[in-house]
């Protein structure tokens, strides 16, 4: 099974921009989540999608938002881009809310 | 409300050696714990789990752990340090009877000295 991909790896956006980012699950996998990961903060949770849904947010300003197709692929956004959000974004699956989550290679966000 | 704790941002071992990374957990239900490695400009990779089955829990690359709930723990050890195993270790909880959110600690950064 291909394992968890996501769009673009590498990024670079100036402050104002918005962005949109791309993560493709395992097959089969129905929940997907989103993590800020920074030097300062760690890894962060954002939120996770389950067959379309939102069932989890963590706390972050309504500038990112989300959303999970059919498919269950998943797209997150980020408005009104801030020197703060450079950090590596990583998406990860999940057959369901049991099982452990598998990691994709992360985007790494730069905002100049 | 869950939470975990990393003790040590950075260990350091000798080759050969034990490593011992540290992971205390709080929750007000039995967790499920993970232990996960990431290594340079790459995702996260699963180490391990526990899911309320066996206590001693053994992982991938010669990694356990042990699940005390008397001392909420979940250390993760290996008894012989390889250099390849210098990377980022995070722990993480999971609530199986709420939210199912992931907790991650906020990593051990472990460093094989030859």
């Known amino acids: 099974k291909a394992g968890v991909t996501q769009t673009p790896r590498y990024l670079i956006k100036t402050r104002g921009q918005q962005v949109t980012l791309s993560c493709s699950p395992i097959s089969g996998h129905r929940s997907v989540s989103w993590y800020q990961q920074t030097p300062g903060q760690g890894l962060q949770f954002l939120f996770e999608y389950f067959s379309e849904t939102q069932r989890n947010k963590g706390n972050f300003p309504g500038r990112f938002s989300g959303r999970q197709f059919s498919n269950s692929r998943s797209e997150m956004n980020v408005s009104t881009l801030e020197l703060g959000d450079s950090a590596l974004y990583l998406c990860?699956?999940?057959?369901?809310?049991?099982?452990?989550?598998?990691f994709g290679p992360g985007t790494r966000l730069t905002v100049l | 409300a869950q939470s975990v704790t990393q003790l040590g941002s950075h260990v350091s071992v000798s080759e050969g050696a034990l490593v011992l990374l540290r992971c205390n957990y709080s929750?007000?239900?039995?967790?499920?714990l993970f232990w996960y490695v990431q290594y340079p400009n790459q995702g996260l990779q699963l180490l391990l789990k526990y899911t309320s089955a066996a206590t001693l829990v053994k992982g991938i690359n010669g990694f356990e752990a042990e699940f005390k709930k008397s001392e909420t723990s979940f250390h993760l050890t290996k008894p012989s340090a390889h250099m390849s195993d210098a990377a980022e270790y995070f722990c993480a909880v999971s609530d199986p009877s709420g939210t199912y959110k992931y907790i991650f600690g906020t990593g051990t950064r472990l460093k094989v000295l030859a």
């Open positions: 990860a699956s999940s057959p369901d809310r049991v099982n452990e989550q598998f």
């Open positions: 929750s007000s239900v039995p967790p499920y």
